[in-house]
Structure formats: structure tokens, C-alpha cells
């Protein structure tokens, strides 16, 4: 049962880079998956991927809440323009295109709603607080599916 953290953003563009934050966040916590930062990787991610049981992407998000608002996505509810897409491929397309070259995992995206989006290192304040409540929902995540896969083997 091998599981991933995938955080994609732009630390160069603000709030762009609160994907990145969760992973920093989750090292520091020293969590037991595979952390990857895909920073702005693009259709490369389909590779860190494709050996996993278990991914759970976080990016930020735009159009799902107030600024720093977290949410979890099921890649059938992803729309385009409400995932940010400053990377070199967006996360709607690169999920489509998954399924049609690969066997997918379970993928959840985990999202951050942005306050600001420019050029600047650093997060604003509101998704700069809103990173720990996504470790904490990506720490859930982990454990729903580890329980279920073991309730599958029983």
C-alpha cells in the first residue's frame, strides 16, 4: 500500500505556492508517505504517480470559499479555472489524460483557496493559516484509506 503527497504550486507567485507549504509542513512532521514537490512539473507528475495506491494532490484553489478556506476534491468534481493552473499543464487535464495512459490511483486533491496571486515569494496571511488544517485534512486522508484497505483485506 504505498500512498503519496503531491504539492504542485509556484513559490514565485504567492499564494500559487501553498501546495509546496502543506509538503514543507509534512517533512517537518516527519509523516510516513512519499512527499513529493512537483512545484510546476507538469505532465512529469504522471510518472511520480503512477506507482502509488493512494495520491492526494494539494494545490491552491480558486472559486470554492473565502481566502484560505481548505477543501477536498474528487477528480470527478474538478472544473477548469477553479484549480489553479499557473503550472506548465493544469490538474483537470493532467488527471484526464492519467486515465487514459495509466492505471490511476485513487487520487483526492486537497485545495487551498488563494487571497493573492502575483509575483513575490511567501503566502498571505489567511492561506499562511490555512496550511496546517490541510496537513491535518491530508493526515486524515492518509489514515480513511489506510483503514480502508485494511477492512478490503480482512
Not at 7 to 21: F, H, K, P, T, Y
Amino acid at each position: 500500500m504505498k500512498i503519496a503527497v503531491v504539492g504542485v504550486g509556484n513559490i514565485l507567485m504567492g499564494d500559487e505556492g501553498a501546495g509546496i507549504a502543506v509538503v514543507e509542513e509534512l517533512r517537518r512532521r516527519n509523516v510516513n508517505v512519499d512527499l513529493h514537490d512537483c512545484g510546476t512539473m507538469g505532465v512529469d507528475i504522471l510518472n511520480t504517480i503512477s506507482e502509488y495506491d493512494k495520491v492526494i494532490i494539494v494545490d491552491a484553489v480558486k472559486g470554492f470559499g473565502t481566502p484560505g478556506e481548505v477543501v477536498k476534491i474528487k477528480p470527478r468534481e474538478i472544473e477548469c479555472g477553479r484549480i489553479l493552473c499557473l503550472h506548465d499543464i493544469n490538474i483537470p487535464f493532467l488527471l484526464k489524460l492519467a486515465e487514459c495512459i495509466m492505471k490511476v490511483p485513487e487520487i483526492v486533491v486537497i485545495g487551498i483557496e488563494v487571497e493573492r496571486i502575483g509575483e513575490g515569494l511567501g503566502l498571505s496571511e489567511s492561506v499562511k493559516n490555512a496550511v496546517n488544517k490541510a496537513v491535518e485534512l491530508v493526515l486524515e486522508e492518509i489514515e480513511r484509506f489506510k483503514l480502508s484497505k485494511e477492512n478490503r483485506q480482512k
